[in-house]
């Protein structure tokens, strides 16, 4: 067996090609990073801290690469269904990743060999096909529900400034030609910048205004909040979704196949190697966890603040409209769709641009296709067929993101069970394999993740499976109820009955009497404002506040 040998400069040439790296670091600027992190290995904490917060990359990229629709859509409904209790699993599923993503990049800057080369010959050539394979499906099953969230999100915009009648269907041939054209010009540095740059403001923008609401509407339960991070309970069903869909949606969202298939490659591409090390270590917290955490967080606590949904409304049709109600409390009705459009638009349109990159880079790397060629530019349209997913899924243009993230999720275990292959084989690492007490607890973590989110994803497929098969392929026969979503202290309904009209705005009013006359009234809620009592007593007065003006029914029968 050989061993392993570092990457030559035209290899890590490619690579930075494929992964559109639009200013490659020259080989000056890497030799003083070197010998600067050479002298922070013995300079105090504060000093190294400081020393590694400038050198910050890859991790931050990663951040970046996993705020996509999925991530946004668990959250959202995970503060909306269950208020703070799912607040642990953002951070969690990040926090599993990482032991993977770390071990990768220990790995990677330690030989310097590339890692589908690596995987194959000392973890074997299933783990590594299956890694690729598995990278290039998830791109491809992930597309679905972004052009489903960005064509949502186009035709709700639109219906907002006056424009309607538009459908998703065709607003996803929209979207479509623009994620080619940026895929294909990816060679035009400025251009590149530029529409990063501009994906990147719309992203952490509708952060900032999820952190603005959080200000404003306050937190009521500060011990709800800490016990929804730390407790790791799971609620029963809520609006016909169970909480452990939302969990293991949030799992297989934070870090997917194609992220860790990427991430050494970016190591390489920036020219780290092992002095890089414990940067990639520190890069992984700092750049990718905290941010994750933050803005997961801040989505969450947003939604459980402001979005309340109907105990008769399927949470599988939640569409961009409900959600949107959230900022609605800080900039108005119109302002909320607006921002949240373009916030969630952004997040799909960088994850389309990226899954499309992924795919054309696995040819690159894989079957050794140039760079340009005209079959790397048919891989990179490979994912494209998600287009379509508008057409069979537009009623579940927000939901569709969730049981799509739980079936990449089923991919992950190949690529860990590889990495643990790696990180013990000592003809790979030689003497960087992790020995002692810190390499088997390090070793000892790996296994347990990959076990429990085996265990946890084949447990799923056994009792859920065929509920997630009728979310994605749509044949539930479900019957369309109405939506009930109210804006905290936003409610100005103050006398259902007295509602004028015959058939009220289900967002505005969930009174589902459409009789204006008291003795056929079928609403059951002892309370006329559906948002402060939304659970109906059955046994109770079907009306308790008539309309005085009403006839008085008549006195019964004498037996």
């Not at 690579?15 to 992190?37: F, K, N, S, W, Y």
């Not at 959202?76 to 599993?96: E, H």
């Not at 349209?381 to 993101?401: D, K, N």
Request: proline content about 8%.
């Amino acid at each position: 067996m050989n061993d392993p040998a570092p990457m030559p400069a035209d290899a890590i040439a490619r690579v930075q090609e494929g992964l559109r790296i639009a200013h490659p670091p020259d080989p000056a600027t890497l030799a003083a990073e070197r010998a600067h992190l050479e002298r922070l290995e013995t300079a105090t904490r504060w000093k190294r801290f400081t020393g590694y917060l400038r050198l910050v990359g890859p991790g931050y990229l990663q951040s970046a690469m996993t705020l996509g629709g999925g991530t946004a859509v668990s959250s959202l409904l995970a503060g909306a269904l269950f208020g703070y209790a799912l607040l642990w699993v953002a951070p969690l599923a990040m926090l599993i990743g990482l032991v993977m993503l770390a071990a990768l990049a220990h790995q990677t800057l330690s030989t310097g060999m590339r890692p589908f080369e690596a995987m194959r010959r000392y973890a074997g050539p299933f783990f590594a096909w299956g890694w690729a394979l598995g990278a290039l499906a998830a791109s491809v099953i992930w597309h679905f529900p972004q052009y489903s969230l960005a064509s949502a999100c186009l035709v709700d915009m639109a219906d907002v400034v006056g424009i309607e009648g538009l459908r998703p269907q065709a607003m996803a041939f929209v979207v479509l030609p623009w994620a080619v054209a940026i895929s294909f010009l990816y060679g035009n540095a400025r251009l590149v910048r530029w529409y990063e740059r501009l994906l990147k403001y719309m992203v952490w923008g509708i952060i900032v205004c999820f952190g603005w609401v959080v200000f404003r509407t306050g937190v009521d339960d500060w011990g709800a909040l800490f016990r929804g991070f730390f407790t790791f309970q799971i609620p029963g069903e809520r609006n016909g979704v169970a909480a452990v869909t939302i969990v293991l949606g949030g799992l297989a969202a934070a870090v997917g196949i194609n992220m860790v298939f990427l991430y050494p490659y970016s190591l390489l591409a920036r020219g780290w190697s092992r002095p890089h090390r414990r940067l990639a270590r520190f890069d992984l917290v700092l750049g990718t966890f905290i941010p994750y955490l933050l803005a997961t967080s801040l989505i969450v606590i947003a939604a459980a603040n402001t979005i309340h949904l109907d105990p008769s409304f399927s949470a599988a049709r939640i569409s961009p409209i409900d959600a949107a109600q959230s900022l609605g409390v800080t900039i108005g009705p119109a302002g909320g769709r607006l921002v949240f459009g373009a916030g969630v638009l952004a997040m799909a349109l960088s994850s389309i641009t990226l899954h499309m990159l992924c795919a054309g880079f696995v040819a690159i790397e894989v079957f050794g296709w140039p760079f340009g060629s005209w079959r790397y530019r048919f891989a990179t349209l490979v994912p494209a067929v998600g287009v379509f997913g508008p057409v069979f899924w537009g009623e579940y243009a927000v939901w569709l993101a969730v049981p799509t993230s739980i079936v990449c999720g089923f991919l992950l275990p190949v690529a860990y069970i590889g990495i643990i292959l790696l990180q013990r084989n000592t003809r790979y690492l030689g003497a960087d394999t992790p020995r002692g007490a810190g390499g088997r607890t390090w070793l000892g973590a790996m296994v347990i993740v990959t076990v429990f989110l085996t265990a946890f994803f084949a447990w799923s497929a056994l009792t859920k499976g065929p509920g997630y098969i009728r979310d994605v392929l749509k044949i539930g026969g479900e019957e369309t109820v109405a939506v009930a979503v109210a804006v905290a202290d936003t409610d100005t309904d103050t006398d259902a009955d007295a509602d004028p009209d015959p058939d009220p705005d289900p967002v505005a009013d969930t009174d589902t009497d459409t009789d204006t006359d008291a003795d056929t009234d079928t609403d059951t809620d002892t309370d006329p404002d559906p948002v402060a009592d939304p659970v109906a007593d059955p046994d109770a007065d079907p009306d308790p506040d008539p309309d005085p003006d009403a006839a008085p029914a008549p006195a019964p029968e004498p037996p």
